[in-house]
């Protein structure tokens, strides 16, 4: 069945260094990935999404890596910041599907310490 | 601009009282969803609206809850009977249109509704 997961449940690292937090998923039918942050207290709130048919895609201090051979999906970001301290939840559309819904995963705490 | 708002912030009430939670979307956003937030955990989908319609409402866990959007805009989800099990964050989402037509289309995400059943 479908089922979209997180490898690890939180990640701390130093402000200035890069971040990976990583996700796994299952419904290989899958058309988009995309990645979440949800601050506390907050709705999630979009950073980036990637097309199944795509295998990297960058933005503003992130970058998505998408391997559908081994269904993983990775979420770098660049010179965290304190700021970016949150939850990250990837989550999957499946639009072939005819699903609309967006499928999440647990989620990864990111703590930045200064 | 306004984004997703959602009301009340904060509900509590006893096991077996019925609830009801408000969705204002984004104006003009033709797609509206609700999702559900248990502690620890991601998003689980409910519903989703279309315009007026209900067009997967397959999350719904059972008949104690309900959703509406009658005029195509605010939608309230209605929760009867409520049970401890149901505490949860309710989110509401919107998107100008359905997800993944034509390509992904963002939902904008609600601050949510922190809903206690004691």
């Known amino acids: 069945g479908e089922s979209v997961g997180l490898h690890l449940p939180t990640l701390s690292v130093q402000e200035g260094d890069n971040s990976i937090i990583n996700c796994a998923y299952s419904?290989?039918?899958?058309?988009?990935f995309i990645w979440y942050k949800q601050e506390s207290g907050k709705g999630p709130q979009f950073i980036i999404d990637?097309?199944?048919?795509?295998d990297k895609r960058q933005g503003q201090r992130v970058t998505v890596l998408l391997n559908k051979t081994v269904k993983h999906l990775s979420l770098q970001i660049a010179a965290t910041q304190p700021g970016d301290s949150a939850v990250y939840f990837c989550?999957?559309?499946?639009?072939?599907?005819?699903?609309?819904?967006?499928?999440f995963g647990k989620g990864t705490k990111l703590t930045v310490n200064p | 601009g306004a984004g997703v708002s959602q009301t009340p912030s904060n509900k509590v009430t006893e096991k077996g009282k019925y609830v009801e939670l408000r969705c204002d979307p984004i104006?003009?956003?033709?797609?509206l969803y609700w999702y559900r937030q248990s502690l620890g955990q991601g998003p689980e989908f409910l519903i989703y609206?279309?315009?007026?319609?209900?067009?997967?409402d397959s999350g719904l866990p059972n008949d104690r809850f309900f959703a509406v959007r009658p005029e195509g805009s605010v939608s309230t989800l209605k929760i009867q009977r409520t049970e401890r099990g149901d505490s949860a964050v309710y989110l509401c989402?919107?998107?100008?249109?359905?997800?993944?037509?034509?390509?992904?289309?963002?939902?904008?995400f609600g601050p949510g509704t922190r809903l206690t059943v004691l």
């Open positions: 989402a919107s998107s100008l249109t359905p997800t993944g037509r034509g390509g992904y289309n963002e939902q904008f």
């Open positions: 104006s003009g956003h033709t797609a």
């Open positions: 990637i097309r199944s048919n795509m």
């Open positions: 989550a999957e559309n499946n639009e072939r599907g005819g699903s609309e819904k967006l499928v």
């Open positions: 609206f279309q315009g007026t319609g209900a067009a997967d």
């Open positions: 419904n290989s039918a899958s058309d988009y």
